[in-house]
Nanobody, 119 residues
Framework: QVQLVESGGGLVQPGGSLRLSCVVS??????????VGWYRQAPGKQRELVAT???????NYADSVKGRFTISRDNAKNTVDLQMNSLKPEDTAVYYC???????????WGQGTQVTVSS
């Protein structure tokens, strides 16, 4: 069973940085083939894509975070990180780690970690 555990959220001032981490287990040594990503959901809004990384490591970012956020993956450690710089109040949300196995229309989600950007 695939399981995801996120960490690294918290309260930060505008302009600050945070790094989110996600440890994935249960992928049967196939993690390198998974598409991985981060999504977020702000109060009263739908969950939206923040960044994804293909099995080849190619990143894709929402326009709102381009140039500020960086997604990375470590296939040896089964981890997905999101480095967030120049944070803005509008980045406040619960952030969710997501993984998708190859050839299957299945999404696995973490429990979410709160990020609050406020002075």
């Amino acid at each position: 069973q695939v399981q995801l555990v996120e960490s690294g959220g918290g309260l930060v001032q505008p302009g600050g940085s945070l790094r989110l981490s996600c440890v994935v287990s249960g992928t049967r040594n196939l993690f390198r083939l998974y598409v991985v990503g981060w999504y977020r959901q702000a109060p009263g809004k739908q969950r939206e894509l923040v960044a994804t990384s293909t099995s080849g490591g190619n990143p894709n970012y929402a326009d709102s975070v381009k140039g500020r956020f960086t997604i990375s993956r470590d296939n040896a450690k089964n981890t997905v990180d999101l480095q967030m710089n120049s944070l803005k109040p509008e980045d406040t949300a619960v952030y969710y780690c997501n993984v998708r196995p190859p050839f299957l229309s299945i999404d696995y989600w973490g429990q979410g970690t709160q990020v609050t950007v406020s002075s």
